[in-house]
T-cell receptor, first 113, second 114 residues
Framework: GDSVTQMEGPVTLSEEAFLTINCTYT??????LFWYVQYPGEGLQLLLK?????DKGSNKGFEATYRKETTSFHLEKGSVQVSDSAVYFC????????????FGTGTRLTVIP | EAGVAQSPRYKIIEKRQSVAFWCNPI?????LYWYQQILGQGPKLLIQ????????DSQLPKDRFSAERLKGVDSTLKIQPAKLEDSAVYLC????????????FGPGTRLLVL
């Protein structure tokens, strides 16, 4: 079945450091891929998405490229800020059946000044 | 535009009691989802509605969980009787339609079963 494997955390970085959070997926066909973010005390928010191979999703300085050959969708940011501290979830949405979202386990990022 | 509303935000009950959660999706969104997020895990879909019909409830523990969306707008999720392992955050999300890529999530209801 469809699934997402996400880099385990927690991850602690200093401000302005480079961030990578790994995500790989298993799916039938060509799913859409997402990164959601959950800030402390808030609900899940869509951060970025990509709907086909080689697409790059980007938002708020974050980027992720849909790599079909490696079944990956790694999240990157060149210079993190304290305000990026949150839990990040990789997710996929199949394009058959009920089109449900499947989430990874989440990666907690803490950015220290 | 108002977001997805959920209530209550927090609930503490004893095992074997019943509990109900309410969700009001974004106006005009035909598709509504309920997720269960256990601490340290990603959200897991419990049930998906398209208007007032169930699209997928394959992961819903039907012996104790039930959900309805009678008029195709608001939805309630009920647990009866609750077990300790039901302690989790229950998230409601909505989207314009089943083929719409983006789901919008509410703040969730945090349930603690003692």
């Amino acid at each position: 079945g469809d699934s997402v494997t996400q880099m385990e955390g927690p991850v602690t970085l200093s401000e302005e450091a480079f961030l990578t959070i790994n995500c790989t997926y298993t799916a039938t066909g060509y799913p859409s891929l997402f990164w959601y973010v959950q800030y402390p005390g808030e609900g899940l928010q869509l951060l970025l998405k990509a709907t086909k191979a080689d697409d790059k999703g980007s938002n708020k300085g974050f980027e992720a490229t849909y790599r079909k050959e490696t079944t990956s969708f790694h999240l990157e940011k060149g210079s993190v800020q304290v305000s990026d501290s949150a839990v990040y979830f990789c997710a996929l949405r199949g394009k058959t059946g009920a089109n449900n979202l499947f989430f990874g386990t989440g990666t907690r990022l803490t950015v220290i000044p | 535009e108002a977001g997805v509303a959920q209530s209550p935000r927090y609930k503490i009950i004893e095992k074997r009691q019943s509990v109900a959660f309410w969700c009001n999706p974004i106006s005009g969104h035909a598709t509504l989802y309920w997720y269960q997020q256990i601490l340290g895990q990603g959200p897991k879909l419990l049930i998906q509605f398209q208007n007032n019909g169930v699209v997928d409830d394959s992961q819903l523990p039907k012996d104790r969980f039930s959900a309805e969306r009678l008029k195709g707008v608001d939805s309630t999720l009920k647990i009866q009787p609750a077990k300790l392992e039901d302690s989790a955050v229950y998230l409601c999300a909505s989207s314009l339609g089943r083929n719409e890529e983006t789901q919008y999530f509410g703040p969730g209801t945090r349930l603690l079963v003692l």
